[in-house]
């Protein structure tokens, strides 16, 4: 478990981005080829899945740091900004990117006049995609997305060889509730953080896999927009039931808190938890809404379709 696929001198690349950008790579290979099955615009899509990726990081950044505030504070100017757009430090949130892919979307459906729905379908695949490679990245970093310590039969002791983890993990947190260096001890000669905790990061790979497996089923619809909302009730309610209850993250009310090596490791509420109940709601309502609409999806490619330059 190395966080560098690759290095070079002093330049690293990291396994999170290459396999992020092996999903989003084979999202787009199939995206495209669902756009061409349908008539739409290829040229106009890849434009989308371009200007998308580049805002969705800006997007997954802003809101990692707004959500982390405390990372943060008290670090001078220029110091605070350097390391804000620094994203090889690593920290960016998954539902900012899919903020600032949307924003993408509905610019490009106003300004060439498309029908949202039918370009916002075709990005689920990738996103799933995206979500199985950056979780398993997440394994490979080791500090990113813990799960919370547990005596349950599913607790995962990550191997001694785990530097990137046990360095991470044995260092003092000022908050009680995620401070995990008093599970470490010295072995070998280094610190490791002994305690098992619940492998949140494979959890969200399990997601990742059900979400792709369920978007094949999902775009036989030829209803507009019953992908992309499929899509945000079962992420929403996978993320904050399968990973988020278990996963070490802040609580923002702290209604439920039991983790240890004699518990089962579950705790709420945190931001997702809070943000995925209003998203399941409208979920719900969007779908029922465009079930009852007529199907605008089809198969066969139309005789015209928008160009670039909007004629």
């Not at 305690?195 to 990742?208: K, M, R």
């Not at 988020?244 to 705790?267: C, H, M």
Request: proline fraction near 5%; include cysteine.
């Amino acid at each position: 478990m190395d966080p560098v696929f690759l290095q070079i001198g002093n330049f690293t690349v990291a396994w999170y981005g290459v396999l992020i950008t092996l999903g989003i790579v084979l999202g787009l290979l199939v995206g495209t080829r669902l756009a061409r099955q349908r008539g739409l615009n290829v040229d106009l899509f890849n434009d989308m899945v371009l200007w998308a990726i580049i805002w969705g990081l800006v997007g997954a950044r802003i809101v990692f740091v707004a959500t982390s505030w405390e990372q943060f504070a008290g670090t001078p100017m220029p110091r605070l900004l350097l390391d804000i757009i620094n994203l090889r430090q690593g920290g960016i949130s998954i539902h900012g990117g899919l903020i600032g892919g949307i924003l993408v979307l509905v610019y490009y459906a106003r300004r060439y006049r498309l029908n949202f729905y039918q370009y916002a379908d075709l990005f689920v695949p990738g996103v799933a995609f995206g979500i199985i490679g950056g979780r398993i990245g997440n394994i490979m970093n080791g500090t990113d997305t813990v799960g919370r310590v547990t005596g349950w039969p599913i607790g995962y002791r990550w191997p001694d060889s785990a530097r990137a983890f046990h360095e991470g993990m044995c260092i003092p947190n000022p908050n009680p509730d995620m401070d995990l260096s008093r599970y470490c001890q010295e072995i070998g000669g280094q610190l490791v953080m002994t305690a098992p905790v619940h492998f949140t990061q494979l959890y969200g790979v399990f997601i990742g896999i059900v979400l792709s497996i369920a978007a094949y089923f999902w775009l036989r619809s030829r209803k507009a927009g019953w992908v992309f909302w499929q899509f945000w009730l079962w992420y929403s309610v996978l993320r904050a039931g399968l990973e988020e209850t278990f996963r070490l993250n802040p609580l923002a009310i702290k209604s439920y808190l039991n983790q240890g090596l004699d518990a089962p490791g579950i705790g709420l509420w945190t931001d997702t938890h809070i943000i995925s109940v209003p998203l399941i709601l409208l979920s719900v309502y969007m779908l029922l809404k465009i079930r009852r609409q007529p199907d605008t999806v089809t198969s066969t490619p139309a005789a015209t379709a928008p160009q670039p330059d909007g004629r």
